[in-house]
């Protein structure tokens, strides 16, 4: 890659340029919008985070670096102190970090921190050829060598692609020469822009996905740790007082934690908060919502149930064996 990018272009090349430039901004902005709408909470101010911390983010050079970014600064930007502080901790004990998918978390933060840093690097380019500048460093767009390598090492991610090809129109020889002539220097910034915007749209998408796998995280943990106190085999009675008081007598196999192939049939949700546990069951378009809470440490579920056809009543639920692995 050569050292400088020329962007001194002729007065003429301008407008079409300008053009150019609008039409991607009002792309980054309607796909910026439309992730808004799609996740439930408001979304963190990406770009300012970006802008803030670009120069770290040019110098991320392994993933042991791109981790520490995010624990001193990019987490609690993110307002996720409490992800930061986990992978900030000592090494935790195997079962432990397994309990708290630590593998799955250091995976999601890995990709998270590699897509700001490729849209930081769209936003570079955008930002000097919308500014005019005569030259720019390509050090200073794309950060060390080794910077450089551990981007190309995201062959996964769906940015991936977008990269390779700003990089090659960076590389080529039209560059090396300079922008020679108007036509030819209007169209190949259009296209450097073009390309640009490609890897912002696609890091940006891969950036949101990211994030909003990252701050469910602890919901997943507690799902788990959920299904873990859930496990066994238990005996169900559900007394019915819509139907005369009928009870009702059966056998309940909870499968262990992570299993999904041996779900309960027509358990649709699931949710364990401390002592309280929440199933709700749908089947054959019926709708049945159960609150129950654990006794004898762990050892009974008792509670109550409503279902879609104005039953009510009580469930007394009691381990009959633990969890099969």
Same mark, same amino acid.
Request: neutral net charge; charged residues 20%; proline residues 3%.
């Given at each position: 890659?050569?050292?400088?990018?020329?962007?001194?272009?002729? !007065?003429?090349?301008?407008?079409?340029?300008?053009? +150019?430039?609008?039409?991607?901004?009002?792309?980054? !902005?309607?796909?910026? !919008?439309?992730?808004?709408?799609?996740?439930?909470?408001?979304?963190?101010?990406?770009?300012?985070?970006?802008?803030?911390?670009?120069?770290?983010?040019?110098?991320?050079?392994?993933?042991?670096?791109?981790?520490?970014? *995010?624990?001193? +600064?990019?987490?609690?930007?993110?307002?996720?102190?409490?992800? +930061? @502080?986990?992978?900030?901790?000592?090494?935790?004990?195997?079962?432990?970090?397994?309990?708290?998918?630590?593998?799955?978390?250091?995976? !999601?933060?890995?990709?998270?921190?590699?897509?700001?840093?490729?849209? @930081?690097?769209?936003?570079?380019?955008?930002?000097?050829?919308?500014?005019?500048?005569?030259?720019?460093?390509?050090?200073?767009?794309?950060?060390?060598?080794?910077?450089?390598?551990?981007?190309?090492?995201?062959?996964?991610?769906?940015?991936?692609?977008?990269?390779?090809?700003?990089?090659?129109?960076?590389?080529?020889?039209?560059?090396?020469?300079?922008?020679?002539?108007?036509?030819?220097?209007?169209?190949?910034?259009?296209?450097?822009?073009?390309?640009?915007?490609?890897?912002?749209?696609?890091?940006?998408?891969?950036? *949101?996905?990211?994030?909003?796998?990252?701050?469910?995280?602890?919901?997943?943990?507690?799902?788990? @740790?959920?299904?873990?106190?859930?496990?066994?085999?238990?005996?169900?009675?559900?007394?019915?007082?819509?139907?005369?008081?009928?009870?009702?007598?059966?056998?309940?196999?909870?499968?262990?934690?992570?299993?999904?192939?041996?779900?309960?049939?027509?358990?649709?949700?699931?949710?364990?908060?401390?002592?309280?546990?929440?199933?709700?069951?749908?089947?054959?378009?019926?709708?049945?919502?159960?609150?129950?809470?654990?006794?004898?440490?762990?050892? @009974?579920?008792?509670?109550? *149930?409503?279902?879609?056809?104005?039953?009510?009543?009580?469930?007394?639920?009691?381990?009959?064996?633990?969890?099969?692995?």
């Amino acid at each position: 890659m050569r050292n400088h990018i020329l962007v001194a272009r002729p !007065a003429p090349s301008r407008i079409g340029l300008a053009l +150019a430039m609008t039409i991607v901004s009002t792309l980054v !902005a309607c796909y910026s !919008a439309r992730a808004g709408e799609y996740l439930t909470s408001s979304t963190p101010d990406f770009p300012s985070i970006i802008r803030t911390h670009s120069d770290q983010l040019g110098k991320i050079d392994s993933d042991k670096e791109a981790i520490s970014l *995010f624990v001193l +600064a990019i987490g609690p930007a993110l307002q996720m102190g409490d992800v +930061a @502080r986990t992978l900030g901790a000592n090494p935790l004990q195997t079962k432990l970090a397994n309990e708290l998918l630590l593998p799955e978390l250091t995976g !999601a933060v890995h990709r998270l921190m590699g897509s700001l840093a490729a849209w @930081r690097l769209a936003l570079t380019i955008r930002q000097a050829i919308s500014d005019q500048q005569s030259s720019m460093e390509t050090d200073r767009l794309y950060g060390s060598p080794q910077t450089n390598a551990w981007l190309a090492q995201q062959a996964n991610a769906s940015w991936h692609d977008s990269l390779n090809q700003l990089s090659d129109v960076v590389a080529s020889s039209e560059w090396g020469k300079g922008i020679q002539g108007e036509s030819s220097g209007s169209t190949l910034l259009i296209a450097v822009l073009e390309k640009a915007a490609r890897l912002e749209l696609n890091a940006m998408q891969t950036g *949101f996905q990211e994030w909003d796998r990252i701050r469910s995280w602890k919901d997943r943990v507690r799902g788990l @740790r959920g299904q873990t106190r859930l496990c066994g085999t238990w005996q169900w009675i559900i007394h019915n007082h819509q139907q005369h008081h009928q009870e009702q007598k059966l056998t309940l196999l909870f499968p262990p934690a992570g299993n999904t192939k041996a779900t309960l049939v027509g358990l649709a949700e699931t949710i364990v908060l401390g002592e309280n546990v929440y199933l709700r069951w749908e089947v054959d378009g019926r709708v049945q919502e159960d609150s129950l809470q654990f006794s004898k440490e762990g050892q @009974r579920l008792e509670g109550t *149930f409503v279902n879609s056809e104005g039953g009510w009543g009580s469930i007394s639920g009691k381990r009959t064996s633990g969890c099969a692995s």
